[in-house]
């Protein structure tokens, strides 16, 4: 076959061979978060936003954290991208501490921050200039790949603002997923669609993740998209953000929209909820 890599790029000096290697092994560890603490300090005085956050997510996992708002999620997953610093505890991602700017490490926020004058393919590729990388026929190949399998075929030269929320949201799901990105860290990606294309899109996003054996962290306040999607769930307490359970969701994949209606799911449903209301305090 002429795809099998050479020792030379299987070699592990390589970020692609590091890549392949990680791939190779299920097990590897992707994060690792212990005793983490993070306390904002502003002038209206200081928050403990995390205190003692511990957990490891293996390579080809996919991971929910779920609590009530202002619990931390966002914080948490700041400091996993390397965005911001902690005072105390340890973050490591592919085993190296966390750091800002790992190209293996893809973002995706609730707004889907697409640049206006660009067009969808310009949103798309912008990853690569960051890199600094030339757009070449290949990366456009790629974007226009991506662009269909999220459903946004056709509209590679339309700009953000001819394309409804929703549609904009899949644009940033292709931007996330062109570098190829072993890890991907999502912050409610999907909070602030309407309802029925919040649905849609949940169950076209558990097949893709599902395609890609993507290793995520997922942070969301809905219980029904944190067990379609995940391997696992974290339930987080509120003030300050701790781990209060971690969830083992072992509904048969795929998943369809049928998952919802089975026994495990409502019994998994109220696991989760029943967590949230006794961290609540
Ligand atoms: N930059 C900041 N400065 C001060 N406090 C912050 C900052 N960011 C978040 N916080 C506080 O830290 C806590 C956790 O925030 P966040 O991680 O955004 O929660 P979540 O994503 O679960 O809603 C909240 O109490 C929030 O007000
Ligand atoms: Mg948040």
Known sequence: MSGVPSDAYRS???AVGRDLAIAADRTHEAVTLVGVEKIYESLSGSVTALQDVSFEISNGEFVSLIGASGCGKSTVLKVIAGLISHQAGEVRVFGR??????????LMFQSPVLLPWRTVRENVVLPFEIF???????????????????????????HPW????????????????????????MDEPL????????????FELASLCEQLAATAVYVTHNIA?????????????????????DITVSLPRPRDSDVVDSVEFARLGRRIRDALTTSDG
């Open 162 to 185: 001819e394309l409804s929320g929703g549609m904009r949201q899949r644009a940033a799901l292709a931007r996330l997923l062109i570098t190829n990105p072993s890890l991907l860290l």
């Open 132 to 158: 600094r990388q030339p757009i070449d026929d290949s990366i456009n190949d790629r974007a226009s790949e991506l662009l269909e399998l999220v459903g946004l075929a056709g509209f590679d030269e339309k």
């Open 97 to 106: 501490p966390a750091r800002a700017g790992l190209r293996e490490v893809g």
């Open 12 to 14: 592990e000096e390589t």
């Open 225 to 245: 998209e944190a067990l379609i999607l995940s391997d696992r769930v974290i339930v987080m307490s509120s003030r300050p953000g701790t781990v209060a359970e």
């Open 191 to 202: 909070a602030a669609l309407d309802e029925l294309t919040r649905e849609r899109l949940i």
